[in-house]
């Protein structure tokens, strides 16, 4: 191996340094102490995160500070006790109980916090959905667990097919009487008619169900991955640690929580550690962020490289017109961070971005970069303490430093999922050597422990840190009737990572046309979600196929792409 690029840390004073004896005795079991449960017993993670900072008498502390396009308010620890205590009782005096699933599908939004909150005070397994999925991505989610209960914007709630949704009785819309149509509930209206429930938390046990989120893989449909209340235990800490959250922190995940990083890292981490949440609502816009950090006074910032990425195409003299000082420190997860990014940072910013890796199923950061030690630009760091990595050949043997082998965690840590949701057989999938979780990504280890992500063992496509079933998209292409034979894979892309591309055999009687590639492209966007609908389609008069089965070859496709582009 060459000569690695390091960058030392800056001096400050992070908690994991003020930890120290607590680090060198690490076990996850020392962690445990910090809970309310420890001596109580009693488990909820939405008292630990909200409810107990009140009881401490930090009732005023701001909890969330909400910016919208039309309005901007804060929420204290002791106003998101009050509202999640109200909502629980609303879901409640609906017959919401432990263990039901409740959907939420909200916009980034206060709202949808306090949802999740109630759903989760009750016992009930919150299913958080993506704000861009569509009509068919939200129908499979709700069908697959035979949701029952949904929280939905007016906006949200028209890409709800309620027809065949037989299984929802009840849905609530974040809106008042006019805007809810048929059956529908408002819930701003039943809130105001209702007195909150005293002690309406249910305790539970610490493997009892607390979210599920769908994830892609590969083959087959998203599968529902279901966490439980014991994840706070490495929740809590991996935001002491690594997102060094302290009192008077504010703190900005961009991630909306229908993905993993935004529920656990943009509240459950946060709330945990008592720090002030900033909600941003809508998409990606260099300015408006850069707005949001000045004014919300964003001290610790967690986004993805995709996003700093477009903040670095958009030129440094935009990043002048703000002052940004209060930012000290920044991090990053869901696709490899290039170092040109990490130097980005140094240069405009003074600070350094530290990359973190984890996925759905670990529930929380595995590999980090601790604000303490040395960040190695490429590398996506070293285990967090507790965590024990390895990279494996295929028959699941120790691989020596530099080699290419399979990223596998010694499957012990708190937040690993519980399950995954009807598919047993896919959760130990995950488990083909004794003891160890394998992670599906390809990854090499230095001889100091560093990791570097060499790209995933499978067809996982991930753009812009978006993980994507090639399955998924392949299966609503063939829906379209122009289309005989799809084949999806990942293009290697300078901004997103990878974008979608589709190769594609029409049916005859079809014609390529500009029109029929847009079509096709408004076909996925519109019933799957805009992510994953194919940025680049090639028409094709057939796909590379295995002899014998006729399964057709993404790699193969993948392959000539990847010489097209010179990888
Ligand atoms: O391939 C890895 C990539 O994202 C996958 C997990 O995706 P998801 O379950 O959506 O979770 C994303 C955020 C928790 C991984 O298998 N990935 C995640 N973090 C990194 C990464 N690839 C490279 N570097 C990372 N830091």
């Known amino acids: ?34 809970f309310s449960w420890s001596d109580t017993g009693k488990v909820n993670m939405v008292y630990e995160s909200v409810d107990r900072h009140v009881a401490d008498g930090y ?26 205590d109200l909502w629980a009782t609303v879901l409640k005096n609906k017959g919401v109980k432990k263990g039901d699933f409740v959907f939420v599908f909200l916009e980034k939004h206060p709202d949808c916090h306090i949802a999740m909150l109630a759903a989760i005070k009750l016992g009930a397994i919150v299913g958080p959905l993506f704000e861009a999925f569509m009509e068919d991505a939200v129908k499979e989610r709700i069908a697959d667990c035979e949701g029952t ?29 006019e805007q809810c149509n048929g059956d529908e509930i408002s819930l701003y209206a039943e809130a105001r008619a209702t007195q909150a429930e005293e002690g309406i938390t ?3 046990d610490l493997n009892h169900g607390l979210n599920i989120h769908y994830t892609s893989g590969s083959t087959g449909r998203p599968k529902g991955i279901i966490h439980a209340h014991r994840a ?32 656990v890292y943009g509240v459950f981490a946060p709330l945990l550690n008592r720090a002030t949440i900033v909600i941003h609502g809508g998409r990606f816009d260099a300015d408006e962020w850069y707005s949001v950090l000045e004014k919300a006074g964003v001290t610790v910032w967690y986004s993805a490289p995709t996003a700093y990425r477009m903040l670095m ?43 973190t890796w984890w996925m759905t199923e670990t529930g929380a950061q595995l590999i980090v970069n601790l604000p303490t030690e040395r960040i190695v630009p490429g590398s996506m760091g070293k285990p967090f303490p507790g965590v024990e990595a390895v990279i494996l050949d295929e ?8 080699k290419v082998g399979h990223l596998a965690l010694k499957a012990n840590w708190p937040a690993i999922m519980r399950e995954v949701w009807k598919d047993p057989a896919k959760y130990e999938t995950y488990f083909p050597f004794e003891g160890w979780y394998v992670s599906g990504d390809l990854a090499t280890m230095d001889e100091n422990g560093y990791i570097f992500f060499q790209g995933r063992s499978d067809d996982m496509i991930n753009s812009s840190g ?25 293009k290697p892309d300078a901004v997103r990572g990878e974008i979608v591309k589709a190769f594609i055999v029409l049916k005859s009687g079809y014609e390529t046309s500009e029109a029929l590639l847009q079509e096709l492209r408004q076909f996925v966007r519109k019933g799957l979600a805009a992510h994953a609908s194919p940025k680049e389609i090639e028409f094709m008069e057939e796909l590379p196929k295995t002899p014998i089965s006729g399964k057709i070859l993404r790699r193969e496709l993948k392959a000539k792409e990847l010489e097209k582009v010179g990888v």
């Not at 840390?9 to 003020?18: D, F, L, T």
């Not at 935001?239 to 922190?249: A, M, S, Y």
């Not at 028959?395 to 530099?402: F, I, M, Q, R, S």
């Open 466 to 490: 978006e993980r994507i079933g090639p399955f998924e998209v392949e299966s609503k292409l063939m829906e379209h009737p122009a289309v005989a034979e799809v084949g999806v894979i990942g």
């Open 149 to 177: 209960y949904l929280i939905a914007s007016p906006e949200l709630i028209k890409r709800v097919p309620r027809e065949e949704l037989p299984s929802l009785q009840t849905v609530w819309i974040t809106g008042e009487p």
């Open 232 to 263: 706070m235990i490495q929740q809590y800490i991996t935001g002491r640690w690594v997102l060094d959250l302290k009192d008077d922190d504010v703190y900005w995940c961009t991630a909306h929580p229908g993905w993993v990083t935004g529920t």
């Open 313 to 355: 195409a958009k030129g440094d003299e935009k990043l002048t017109n703000y002052d940004l000082s209060k930012i000290r420190h920044i991090l990053s997860v869901g696709e490899p961070l290039n170092p040109e990014v990490i130097r980005w940072g140094i240069k405009t910013l003074s600070r350094r971005i530290h990359d």
């Open 395 to 402: 028959a699941g043997k120790e691989l020596l430093p530099g």
């Open 59 to 84: 009732g005023e502390k701001i909890a969330l500070h909400y910016f919208g396009e039309a309005e901007e308010y804060t929420l204290t620890y002791r106003e998101l006790k009050e509202k999640s």
């Open 202 to 204: 249910e305790w539970v």
């Open 1 to 34: 191996m060459g000569k690695e690029e390091v960058i030392d840390s800056y001096e400050g004073n992070y908690n994991i340094a003020a930890d120290l004896p607590v680090r060198e005795d690490f076990t996850w079991k020392t962690i445990e102490s910090h």
